[in-house]
Each structure stands twice: as structure tokens, then as C-alpha cells.
């Protein structure tokens, strides 16, 4: 991509929220999908695909449905890092909690920024000010009200109280950040989910960084490859091309590629199996390695 440098231009933000048990992260995953998706496109049932978008005041946001600190950490270790944002959600009744302080170290190692949602401020035993003196203690995040440079948003998830000035909030990091991609040429995109479909086959997930994804492109992902077939958007519509931050289900894998791999776009058909063969044939040296040093030791 390096030589394209100039073709850099600005994507929508792709957000994760993490947060300890219980304290919202579905309820508010539900409501800004509930509250702000317009799908009811023809024969619109919003698929659960691990990923949607919304349009707020002009501008696109995908929201990832939050997967697991480990997930998180493994994208990472494979390079794919697909998240751009972490919501950081901690339940005002309950406060700072262990799978906070794991959530946000994930998200520190990660260089990723954080945006601290204070939830359950409808509870007559929310404390945000008791919230907030943890944050500091705790995390060592200092709320931007305080002084800090912490962006921290009181909400309501059940409420729907506080979201706009969130999404504001996540579009404002966004433009700071200059999260940039390569929109034209041959698709890189991470894949977020995998499974075998008892209908469909294998199928993917995956959100495009850079580039176009088209239907009939081949590609290769993990130590797979394939044609895609069909692509679904969040929305349950069939779309011939995916772009920059666009989650969308693929069909036309060969297997299940396996979670959190990068997906790449390649011109031909030869090119996707040859690199397939280059990968098997080099795991296969790394497992015979490995078997002689087991008969040395
Ligand atoms: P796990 O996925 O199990 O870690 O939980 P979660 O973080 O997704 O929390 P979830 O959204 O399932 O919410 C847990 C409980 O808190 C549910 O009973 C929600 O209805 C409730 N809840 C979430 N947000 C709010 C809120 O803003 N106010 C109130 N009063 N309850 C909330
Ligand atoms: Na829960
Ligand atoms: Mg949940």
C-alpha cells in the first residue's frame, strides 16, 4: 500500500466497548443499534453478524459486539487490529471491578483509545463522583471534568440517557486520531467472526480496513481461500461491495478461516491457492521442527 500514500483518506471509526460483567455493554450495544440503525430495508431482519453501523449526524460509526478481552488480545497478536475506539463501560452502582482493570490494560496495550462510559446513572444508588475518584485511583484515568484528559460520558444504557453526547464523543476521538485507510485497490479487512453455517456454509465476518471488497473477488484469509459468493450487511441485504470500516458476512470460503486472521484480496484464482500452498507447506516445516527438537531433547 505504501506507494499509494497520497490516496489516504479518513474512515469511519470501529468501536469495541468492554467492561465488566453486567455492568451494560449488550444493553448498550442494543440501544444504539435499536435507537439508530434504519434498516427496514425490503424483507429488512437485522442480522446478528457480529458488527453494525450507524449514521450519526452524517458521519458512520461500526460498533463491533464486544468480544472478549482474550479476542482482543489475540487480534493484536496477529496484527489485526480491528478496533480504533474502546468505550470502556463501568456501571455506576458498582464501580471500578477486576474485568474494568483487565478491560482497560487490553485497550492501554493496545494503543487504543478509551472513552469511559459511566452506566446506570438511573439507579437511585449510582455514584458517578465515587466512579470517577476510582478511575482515578484504580486506572490512573483522570476525567476530563476533573481535570484529566480522560473523556468520561455519564449514561444511562437502559434509559438511553447521555448516548448522543457519546456518539459525539466517539466522533470527535475518531477525527482526532485520523483514522486513515486506503480506499481503492484490493481489500484488507479483519475477520471478526468465523463459523460453519448449517445452511450457508462457511462463513465470515469481516470488517474492510483498506481497499474494495467486491463480489466475484478472490482472496485469501488465515490459511484459507476463496471466491466471494455473497455478501451480507448488517441489515440482512445483499451488497456487491464492501468498503474502509464496513462489516459484512462473506460466503464463498473454502473452510472456516480461522478467527481474528486478515483477510486479503488477490487478483486471481492461482495466486490465492499458490499462497495457500506457500503457508501450508510452511507450517508443515514448523511442525516438523518441532518434532526434532522433541526426539533431541
Ligand atoms: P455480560 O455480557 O454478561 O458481561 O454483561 P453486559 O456488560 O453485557 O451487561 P448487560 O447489558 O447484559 O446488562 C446487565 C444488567 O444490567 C441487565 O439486567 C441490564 O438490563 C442492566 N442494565 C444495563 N444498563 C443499565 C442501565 O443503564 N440502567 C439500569 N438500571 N440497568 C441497566
Ligand atoms: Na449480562
Ligand atoms: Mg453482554
Known amino acids: ?127 458517578v463522583d465515587l466512579t470517577k475518584q476510582q478511575m482515578v485511583a484504580k486506572l490512573n484515568l483522570i476525567p476530563e471534568d476533573w481535570g484529566g484528559d480522560t473523556i468520561t460520558v455519564p449514561i444511562s444504557a437502559k434509559a438511553g440517557q447521555g448516548i448522543d453526547e457519546l456518539l459525539e464523543m466517539i466522533l470527535l476521538v475518531a477525527e482526532m486520531q485520523e483514522i486513515k485507510c486506503y480506499p481503492e485497490g484490493l481489500a484488507r479487512g479483519v475477520i471478526i467472526e468465523s463459523k460453519l453455517d448449517k445452511f450457508l456454509g462457511p462463513v465470515a465476518t469481516t470488517i474492510v480496513k483498506d481497499g474494495k471488497l467486491k463480489v466475484g473477488d478472490y482472496f485469501v484469509a488465515g490459511s484459507t481461500f476463496g471466491k466471494v459468493r455473497r455478501m451480507i450487511d448488517p441489515s440482512g441485504k445483499n451488497v456487491k461491495m464492501a468498503g474502509p470500516s464496513d462489516p459484512v458476512q462473506i460466503l464463498g470460503f473454502e473452510e472456516v478461516p480461522d478467527m481474528h486472521s486478515i483477510l486479503y484480496g488477490v487478483k486471481t484464482l492461482h495466486e490465492a491457492k499458490e499462497y495457500v500452498e506457500k503457508k501450508k507447506a510452511l507450517e508443515e516445516k514448523v511442525v516438523q521442527k518441532r518434532h526434532i527438537r522433541l526426539e533431541d531433547a
Open 1 to 127: 500500500y505504501k506507494e499509494n500514500e497520497d490516496k489516504l483518506i479518513e474512515r469511519a471509526p470501529v468501536v469495541t466497548i468492554m467492561g465488566h460483567v453486567d455492568h451494560g455493554k449488550t444493553t448498550l450495544l442494543d440501544n444504539i443499534r435499536n435507537t439508530r440503525v434504519a434498516e427496514k430495508e425490503a424483507g429488512g431482519i437485522t442480522q446478528s453478524i457480529g458488527a453494525y453501523q450507524v449514521n450519526y449526524e452524517g458521519k458512520k460509526i461500526t460498533f463491533i459486539d464486544t468480544p472478549g478481552h482474550e479476542a482482543f488480545t489475540e487480534m493484536r497478536a496477529r496484527g489485526a487490529q480491528a478496533t480504533d475506539i474502546v468505550v470502556l463501560i463501568i456501571a455506576a452502582d458498582d464501580g471500578v471491578m477486576p474485568q474494568t482493570i483487565e478491560a482497560y490494560n487490553h485497550a492501554k496495550n493496545a494503543n487504543v483509545p478509551i472513552i469511559v462510559a459511566i452506566n446506570k446513572i438511573d439507579k437511585p444508588n449510582a455514584n
